[in-house]
T-cell receptor, first 113, second 117 residues
């Protein structure tokens, strides 16, 4: 069990650029979640996958955001045409269905300048 | 929609003393889970303790215990014998136990705990 891995840890990008983050969950976990955490706030749910299927998206996830989980393994979160308001920590977590807790990664901190 | 409120943005405690962090929540559901997560400066969110709403007994994990008051929708965390390593942001979180649900967590805004040597 190597935990949930997120890359990169930090990303600085210019406004208008596209960015992509990667999350590698614990290998036997079939659920994967993305959360966004802004300064001074708790994490907010963005979306989740069960295996390769994206089952729910928050209304926080505008059409500039897209997430994928091909083959039910790693996941990517892409933000197109970044805006300063996208600056946040993006957290990934994974779990087994019906197991009550889940494991978080260390997050990717995005700064849009 | 469920909401979680943490009314203490910051707390401090002397090393080896006891501190209690407060959390209230609002839900119309009868079955759910409540969690306390710790987020140290290293950023990784770590599960501290979990409570099932159908259990009357308060959960305990070593120096960490909760006071779960279902009728009052209150879920406080008590840390006994505080240690320097307990310094972190603490988040209270709610999750529905509805079968077939997405198991997403709803978090409070957090309490920053400082340990005074």
């Amino acid at each position: 069990d190597t935990g949930v891995s997120q890359n990169p840890r930090h990303k600085i990008t210019k406004r208008g650029q596209n960015v992509t983050f990667r999350c590698d969950p614990i290998s036997e976990h079939n659920r994967l979640y993305w959360y966004r955490q802004t300064l001074g706030q708790g994490p907010e749910f963005l979306t989740y996958f069960q295996n390769e299927a994206q089952l729910e998206k928050s209304r926080l996830l505008s059409d500039r955001f897209s997430a994928e989980r091909p083959k039910g393994s790693f996941s990517t979160l892409e933000i197109q045409r970044t805006e300063q308001g996208d600056s946040a920590m993006y957290l990934c977590a994974s779990s087994l269905v019906h197991i009550r807790g889940y494991t978080f990664g260390s997050g990717t901190r995005l700064t849009v300048v | 929609a469920q909401t979680v409120t943490q009314s203490q943005p910051e707390m401090s405690v002397q090393e080896a003393e006891t501190v209690t962090l407060s959390c209230t929540y609002d839900t119309s559901e009868s079955d759910y889970y409540l969690f306390w997560y710790k987020q140290p400066p290293s950023r990784q969110m770590i599960l501290v303790i979990r409570q099932e709403a159908y259990k009357q007994q308060n959960a305990t994990e070593n120096r960490f215990s909760v006071n779960f008051q279902k009728a009052a929708k209150s879920f406080s965390l008590k840390i006994s014998d505080s240690q320097l390593g307990d310094a972190a942001m603490y988040f209270c979180a709610y999750r529905s136990a509805r079968w077939g649900g997405n198991e997403k967590l709803t978090f409070g805004t957090g309490t920053r705990l400082t340990i005074i040597p």
